[in-house]
T-cell receptor
Framework: GIQVEQSPPDLILQEGANSTLRCNFS?????LQWFHQNPWGQLINLFY???GTKQNGRLSATTVATERYSLLYISSSQTTDSGVYFC???????????FGQGTRLTINP | NAGVTQTPKFQVLKTGQSMTLQCAQD?????MYWYRQDPGMGLRLIYY???????DKGEVPNGYNVSRLNKREFSLRLESAAPSQTSVYFC????????????FGNGTRLTVT
């Protein structure tokens, strides 16, 4: 089945720093989403981005479908950005959203 | 703006007991899903309903049943709970089957002793 690999697994930064999270996938996809799970366990949809680039405030995401990866950028990190970031993909022809293992981001004040 | 609402938030069961987790969405979404999340792991799909009147198995359906009661509601039933079903359960919904953003409820933390 499709493999979804996220890196790094853990990232610890100071407030104000920038970060890049990566998601690699092993097959062609027609759906890629990024989620943030906050320390209270809530899962928030950040981006639906099967291809191209999107921006939402300090966050942006880029998916290069032909090269099978997606990047999530967080600029000027805040402590509220802490949590686990998941990418999830649907391979072409399937109806199953497959999640990566996540990147745990800790932003220290 | 309730979004996706799950009940209960917490539940403790003894092995062999049964229970139903409830999920309702008010976004007029066609597709609904049940996931489980175990420590250190991503989310795994239990069952999904691409549209009202249909349900299909996901990656880990054993020990569970579902009912798509109407367009708004999708319930997950554990007929005979086992300790291996201790997990956090999330319900989600989307406009169409997987080709739209997914919105999650706040989860149900279930412990089976």
């Amino acid at each position: 089945g499709i493999q979804v690999e996220q890196s790094p697994p853990d990232l610890i930064l100071q407030e104000g720093a920038n970060s890049t999270l990566r998601c690699n996938f092993s097959d062609s996809v027609n759906n890629l989403q990024w989620f943030h799970q906050n320390p209270w366990g809530q899962l928030i949809n950040l981006f639906y981005i099967p291809s191209g680039t999107k921006q939402n405030g300090r966050l942006s995401a880029t998916t290069v479908a032909t090269e099978r990866y997606s990047l999530l950028y967080i600029s000027s990190s805040q402590t509220t950005d802490s949590g686990v970031y998941f990418c999830a993909v649907v391979i072409q022809g399937a109806q199953k959203l497959v999640f990566g293992q996540g990147t745990r981001l800790t932003i220290n004040p | 703006n309730a979004g996706v609402t799950q009940t209960p938030k917490f539940q403790v069961l003894k092995t062999g007991q049964s229970m139903t987790l409830q999920c309702a969405q008010d976004m007029n979404h066609n597709s609904m899903y049940w996931y489980r999340q175990d420590p250190g792991m991503g989310l795994r799909l239990i069952y999904y309903s691409a549209s009202e009147g249909t349900t299909d198995k996901g990656e880990v359906p054993n020990g569970y049943n579902v009912s798509r009661l109407n367009k708004r509601e999708f319930s997950l039933r554990l007929e005979s709970a086992a300790p291996s079903q201790t997990s956090v359960y999330f319900c989600a919904s989307g406009t169409s089957s997987y080709n739209s953003p997914l919105h999650f409820g706040n989860g149900t933390r279930l412990t089976v002793t």
